[in-house]
């Protein structure tokens, strides 16, 4: 402050303090200082706030006929409405150096109209305060700066704090002030647009000191963190800074007043807690206050500058100027402070506040805690795999925590909707991930695959030996009787069967899902045919040998049985070339039948043409069988007709159980249902017909001769005798 004195040459000012403790610190302070510059103190006067009029400092202010005054006054309301009382009655030329952070608010309340505070308040006054938006308003109050930077941000900052520490629960506690109340809304909104929810809303009356609704509302929420927008220190009736003054000074309650106290040491100060129980450091206000100054400060000095350029000075005489002159100056102020950061006082010029996040911990000195943020939420956060599920009657933020279904995932926290995979992917076990199907189809690597493509080619090795068996003794009676020719067609057909097998294991693609159907069809077309054809033949050999059945024997001469194999061949050909020309079988893959694999496999194409190929075949079979049952009973040489009927009863078992037990499988195994029963009825067919007549050929070959068949025809022949 002397300083200021000095720089602008001010060497008769008037010194008014308040009676308080600091004011009375600072006087020996200020008449040192004044001293060593030899600044003389027009008069000094001390405030008291017992008495209102102050008539005494008006008295002294007209009769010192001083034009500067220094003013020094804490923060409280008192000081700030006492001014009032003596600026009212000064004039223009009187230059006030103070900081009154309610007094234009309270002055023009008094005074009426903002033109009646415009004539009546002449001289700059600037605002170290908080920012105040009605302040701001230079048509009511043209004389006032608020040194504090825009607040309007306040709302955001707060917000952000709650979203990086991910807090959605929180409570908010606003003062009933004009303050509070507009920032109530911005805060609203803010929260809203994070999806942060209000556990409860209490506005501060301070004339309620004792709020118990609030302490009420805090157990019933259960919240954790509070968001308090309040400023005590701001009311007379301060009860915190009477609490704070009876907890470290020992001070007592006042009988007659809860905010105030008695008993307190001499003289006490808060300088005289330790550092660690009272922050000393600079706080807003003394860092608004510094830059007060300094912007008075230049201020002066551009005025100065001004006023040297516009008017000679000579003889020594001083420049005279007069304290309103200072508006154009203090509106167009605009400088950096030594800390680096802009003072602006021309209100939409003011940069937005910046705002730091302090923390602050009293510990004895050393002493250290790794302090762990609250969490405040109403629910517990869904983590991945789960979604959110509201609560009914409850706030956005109450919700419960539901696993995402099957084949949909969520792979970050707190999720509204889980999202579903792709068909060429599916959910891991923890539905966090979707992960790339594979291919699945019945490989020859697969240990099923490999059991029936080596069933098949045994079979098939079989058959061939059989067949090299039949060549070799195809002179014996065994192989003559019942047809030679048909027995051929038979043993091919079916090792044809048993190598079609494997046109169904391995990756299949178009042309063998087309071939192993049609092949299927046609070899055991042929085969079951052939069947027929033998049975047949069974049933007409012995017609041929009765006298009744003698017009039989044409038929058994030309071989017309053997005509049935081409012909039911033909039809199956037919009905094969409509499947393949309407809507043939064609690679298909399937990625929902099996979890985590796509299904590599043949659609039947028309599943009408297929069934109908299957339909042709029973009905060939059911002939066949019924053919054979019949003449089970007919003498035979080598009990053909019996090893007939039950070859043809187990293939009709196979594949009447093939039906049920391939519609209820999928994927792999129902192709490996579909080889297997392929399989099965094949080997029943070679085992029953052909097994026992190597049988002979090879373990008995005395029986496979024309005098051993010619006994058991004698023998045969007087059974139905006796």
């Known amino acids: 402050m002397v300083a200021l004195m000095v720089h602008f040459s001010w060497n008769w000012v008037g010194l008014v303090i308040s009676e308080e403790d600091s004011g009375l610190r600072m006087l020996p302070q200020l008449r040192e200082e004044m001293s060593k510059r030899r600044i003389c103190a027009a008069f000094e006067h001390l405030l008291a706030l017992q008495d209102p009029e102050h008539a005494s400092l008006h008295r002294k202010i007209r009769n010192s006929i001083v034009k500067d005054i220094f003013i020094f006054c804490s923060f409280s309301e008192e000081e700030c409405l006492l001014n009032k009382k003596y600026t009212a ?53 043209p004389a006032v700066y ?84 309040v400023n005590p220190a701001k009311y007379p009736e301060d009860y915190y800074l009477a609490v704070l003054w009876i907890k470290y000074f020992n001070c007592t309650f006042s009988e007659s007043s809860c905010v105030t106290w008695k008993n307190c040491p001499a003289n006490a100060s808060l300088e ?29 000095h551009e005025m100065l500058i001004d006023q040297a350029e516009a008017q000679a000075v000579g003889n020594g005489s001083k420049l005279v100027f007069s304290s309103s002159q200072l508006h154009p100056f203090l509106k167009n102020i605009h400088f950096n402070n ?188 042929v085969a079951v045919s052939s069947v027929l054809a033998k049975t047949l033949t069974v049933v007409l050999a012995f017609s041929a040998a009765t006298s009744s059945w003698t017009r039989m024997r044409p038929w058994l001469v030309s071989g017309r049985p053997n005509f049935l194999i081409p012909l039911c061949t033909l039809i199956q050909l037919i009905v094969c070339g409509v499947w393949l020309g309407t809507s043939p079988p064609f690679l298909d ?7 985590g694999h796509i299904l590599i496999l043949c659609n039947k194409g028309s599943a009408s043409a297929f069934y109908c190929v299957l339909g042709f075949l029973g009905s060939l079979a059911l002939a066949s069988f019924t053919v054979a049952f019949l003449a089970r009973n007919l003498p035979d040489t080598f009990n053909e007709a019996k ?43 070679l085992g029953c017909i052909f097994v026992p007549k190597c049988y002979i050929i090879l373990f008995r070959p005395h029986r496979n001769s024309l005098p ?6 004698r023998s045969g022949r007087k059974k139905p005798s006796q």
């Not at 893959?589 to 979890?595: M, N, P, V, Y």
């Open 272 to 300: 005289w807690l330790p550092r660690f129980l009272f922050e000393m450091d600079m706080l807003e206000e003394s860092y608004n206050i510094y830059n007060a100054v300094y912007a008075v400060a230049h201020a002066l």
């Open 589 to 595: 893959t399937d990625a929902h039948s099996e979890h």
């Open 146 to 229: 608020q040194v504090a930077p825009k607040d309007t941000a306040l709302a955001l900052a707060m917000v952000a704090l709650m979203v990086h520490f991910s807090w959605n629960w929180v409570g908010l506690v606003i003062s009933e002030e004009d303050s509070g109340l507009r920032m109530l809304p911005q805060l609203r909104e803010e929260m809203n647009k994070h999806r942060i929810c209000t556990a409860f809303e209490y506005l501060v009356a301070l004339e309620d000191f004792e709020h118990m609704s609030l302490h009420q509302e805090i157990r019933i929420s259960f919240v954790k963190v509070i968001v308090i927008y």
């Open 89 to 141: 009655h000064i004039n223009g030329d009187v230059m006030i150096a103070g900081f009154f952070p309610l007094f234009y608010i309270e002055l023009q309340s008094s005074l009426g109209s903002p033109a009646n505070t415009a004539l009546k308040i002449r001289f700059p006054q600037l605002n170290f305060g908080c920012f105040d938006p009605v302040l701001s308003d230079h048509h009511r109050f």
């Open 708 to 713: 051993a068949i010619r006994g058991q025809t």
């Open 643 to 685: 090893f007939l009927t039950f070859s043809m009863l187990l293939f009709c078992s196979v594949w009447l159980t093939f039906l049920p037990v391939y519609h209820s499988t999928q994927g792999k195994t129902m192709v490996a249902v579909e080889v297997f029963s392929s399989l099965a009825s094949s080997a029943g067919l």
């Open 338 to 525: 030594p800390a680096g950061d802009q003072v602006i006082l021309n209100g939409p010029k003011k940069p937005v506040a910046e705002y730091d996040i302090v923390n602050f911990w009293n510990f004895p000195e050393g002493l250290r805690q790794v302090v762990k943020n609250p969490q405040s939420i109403c629910s517990e956060s869904c983590g991945p795999g789960f979604r959110k599920s509201p609560q009914d009657g409850s706030p956005a933020c109450c919700f419960d925590c539901l696993p995402c279904p099957e084949k949909e995932i969520s792979n970050r926290t707190d999720m509204e909707q889980c999202v579903r995979c792709p068909d060429h992917q599916y959910a891991n076990m923890e539905k966090t991930q979707c992960l790339l199907k594979s291919e699945s189809f019945l490989d020859y690597q697969d240990p099923l695959g490999m059991a029936l493509a080596c069933s098949a080619v045994s079979l098939s090795t079989l058959t061939a030996a059989i067949t090299g068996i039949f060549v070799k003794h195809h002179h014996t009676p065994i192989v003559k009787a019942n047809n030679r020719a048909l027995s051929y067609i038979l043993l091919i057909s079916l090792n044809c069967s048993f190598l079609c097998s494997l046109l169904a294991i391995g990756h299949p693609n178009t042309a063998t899902c087309i071939l192993q159907q049609t092949t299927f069809a046609v070899v055991f077309t």
